[in-house]
């Protein structure tokens, strides 16, 4: 089993910041990649911004400039979001994914988290 503990989410003004966190347990073998999604009322689920393994990492281009992924130094497996500039159209519900390998398998799987919300008010 694989469990995605998100937080940092909730309700901030035009500008302001934002850090989300995301922390992977459970049977583990080895991940390929961490990612945050966001989906808003009414719109499809988009990928927001993606670090690999490799500390590689590739943005949505209306949050380039604005938005970083990182992971953290001392747990690999915790992952972050930092989103500054905050605009009303960043509102959405935010998922974390992560692509891995689980414990006894071969192939990668991907899991998701909860979601959590984040709101910008003009």
């Known amino acids: 089993q694989v469990q995605l503990a998100e937080s940092g989410g909730g309700l901030v003004h035009t500008g302001e910041s934002l850090r989300l966190s995301c922390a992977a347990s459970?049977?583990?073998?080895?991940?390929?990649?961490m990612a945050w999604y966001r989906q808003a009322p009414g719109k499809q689920r988009e990928l927001v911004a993606l670090i690999t393994i490799g500390d590689n990492t590739n943005y949505l281009d209306s949050v380039k400039g604005r938005f970083t992924i990182s992971r953290d130094n001392a747990n690999k497996n915790t992952v972050y979001l930092q989103m500054n500039s905050l605009k009303p159209e960043d509102t959405a519900v935010y998922y974390c994914?992560?692509?891995?390998?689980?414990?006894?398998?071969?192939?990668?799987?991907?899991?998701w988290g909860r979601g959590t919300q984040v709101t910008v008010s003009s």
């Open positions: 459970g049977s583990i073998l080895s991940i390929y990649a």
């Open positions: 994914n992560t692509n891995l390998i689980p414990v006894g398998n071969k192939l990668r799987y991907d899991y």
